[in-house]
């Protein structure tokens, strides 16, 4: 099966910035689409950025021009550079992975384990 696993993540003050890294590893067949999605306490998981096999990207409204993600076909990796960080940014950050872990299997979003983003002062 594939595996995700993400680092990256910390406290940093506002107008600060982080880079989140998110490998996948295992059995990997074929990944399409890569994304980060976040969930603060009380609130329900929210696309942050996706980016899909051929580089294509889009990006929630509350982080566009703020957020870059960014793919390594080769590593099997997206990253997330977050820059100008504000308080509202601040929520446990869950990378995630369409694709198939082998040639049978039907694409399935996979999912790490998350990591925490805290921007206060």
């Known amino acids: 099966q594939m595996q995700l696993g993400e680092s990256g993540g910390g406290l940093v003050q506002p107008g600060g910035s982080l880079r989140l890294s998110c490998a996948a590893s295992g059995s990997i067949f074929s990944i399409n689409a890569m994304a980060w999605y976040r969930q603060a306490p009380g609130k329900q998981r929210e696309l942050v950025a996706k980016?899909?096999?051929?580089?294509?990207?889009n990006y929630a409204p509350s982080v566009k021009g703020r957020f870059t993600i960014s793919r390594d076909n080769a590593k099997n990796t997206v990253y997330l550079q977050m820059n100008s960080l504000k308080p509202e940014d601040t929520a446990v950050y869950y990378c995630n992975a369409e694709g198939r872990s082998r040639w049978y299997d039907r694409p399935h979003d996979y999912w790490g384990q998350g990591t925490q983003v805290t921007v206060s002062l």
């Open positions: 980016i899909t096999s051929d580089g294509s990207t």
